[in-house]
């Protein structure tokens, strides 16, 4: 009976695709390639009683889904895989070498965030034709802070020859506003970085999907 739903589900997915899945559907599906012979479906409905929701399930830590009845390391395992899978597949579908516009750039910055639930502090390096030449995440904070290495930042500088930079970070859980603090951390890397005749082109917050631009929203840095 097992085989049976499998292979029906399988088939259905290869048909239609996720778009007419339920969330509890889309589970089993992945827990097929982590558990063998075995009913899926009590496991994905104790997922998603646990967590609430499916992004919350992928979003969940590995030893918090090893704590759902059901959960193994293997099939926690299996379930952190979605999002970094899911991560470099966009990344590497929204790969940009020149940088035109702030869509440009939030497209390029997006992916780098899927998932990722704590502030981090990423860095793009660019020629002065606004060519990417690097990036790189540089810091990594806690749920609602993040600092800013200026030294780090200065040696990718060095490491890349960039004549401009444009720094983004996000607010996991929160709004893509910028705080105070961010403002003024940002003026602050500005200062610093007009010294080396380097430039700050931009700073892009990320929050739940979506962005904001410093320099499209005339903030002073």
Do not use: W
Request: glycine residues 6%; hydrophobic residues 40%; charged residues 25%.
């Amino acid at each position: 009976m097992h085989d049976g739903h499998r292979q029906r589900l399988k088939k259905r997915f290869l048909e239609e695709d996720l778009d007419k899945f339920e969330d509890h559907n889309i589970l089993e599906l992945l827990l097929f390639f982590g558990v063998a012979q075995k009913n899926t479906n009590e496991i994905a409905h104790n997922l998603l009683n646990t967590f609430g929701s499916l992004s919350a399930v992928f979003d969940a830590s590995h030893s918090q889904l090893k704590k759902v009845p059901g959960v193994g390391d293997h099939i926690a395992t299996l379930i952190k895989l979605i999002p970094s899978l899911s991560r470099a597949y966009i990344k590497d579908k929204t790969k940009c070498k020149l940088f035109i516009t702030t869509e440009d750039l939030g497209a390029y910055i997006l992916p780098h965030f899927l998932g990722i639930s704590e502030e981090k502090l990423f860095v793009i390096y660019l020629d002065m034709k606004k060519n990417l030449l690097g990036s790189e995440f540089i810091s990594e904070g806690s749920m609602n802070n993040v600092p800013i290495d200026y030294r780090k930042i200065i040696d990718g500088v060095l490491k890349y020859k960039a004549s401009a930079i444009v720094v983004a970070h996000n607010h996991p859980g929160g709004i893509a506003l910028p705080s105070m603090n961010d403002i003024n951390s940002t003026k602050e890397l500005s200062n610093i970085l007009s010294f080396m005749d380097v430039k700050l082109f931009d700073h892009i917050i990320v929050a739940d999907g979506d962005y904001i631009s410093f320099r499209d929203s005339n903030i002073d840095f």
